[in-house]
């Protein structure tokens, strides 16, 4: 009697499972462009947790372009590259140092030029 019931727990378990997994939404990074640049005035006046900011860095933005070009910029701001040297760590709760944040701004601002174009409202 025990293993009819382990039995029938474990089988309808396994079977919430895989229709969990057959009609599941894959999850997804979908900010706005407006919280992105909240985020990004966030780290410059130091009220943006290290764990936000780095998730916006790891995390590629596929639903719009534009906001994963600022992303890559904001890459290149943190880590550098070939012609680029990485921003240094901030002194005081500072995730970035004043080069960094100056740096941070031209994106904020690009930003900003971005949201004001934006349109108010799509059609479909």
């Not at 933005?61 to 534009?66: E, F, T």
Request: charged share 20%; net charge negative; hydrophobic share 50%.
């Amino acid at each position: 009697m025990e293993f009819v019931v382990v039995f029938l727990i474990s089988f309808f378990v396994l079977i919430g499972v895989a229709l969990a997994f057959a009609f599941g939404k894959t999850p997804a990074y979908r900010p706005s462009r407006t919280d992105i640049l909240q985020l990004l005035g966030d780290v410059i006046n130091k009220n943006a947790s290290v764990e936000r900011w780095e998730l916006f860095l790891s995390l590629p933005i596929s639903n719009d372009p534009a906001l994963e070009n600022i992303r890559q910029r904001c890459l290149v701001i943190a880590f550098g590259d070939d012609q680029t040297p990485a921003a240094g760590e901030g002194i005081n709760g500072a995730i970035l140092d004043k080069r960094g944040q100056a740096r941070l701004r031209e994106v904020m601002m690009s930003l900003e030029t971005l949201i004001a174009e934006e349109p108010g409202s799509k059609w479909f």
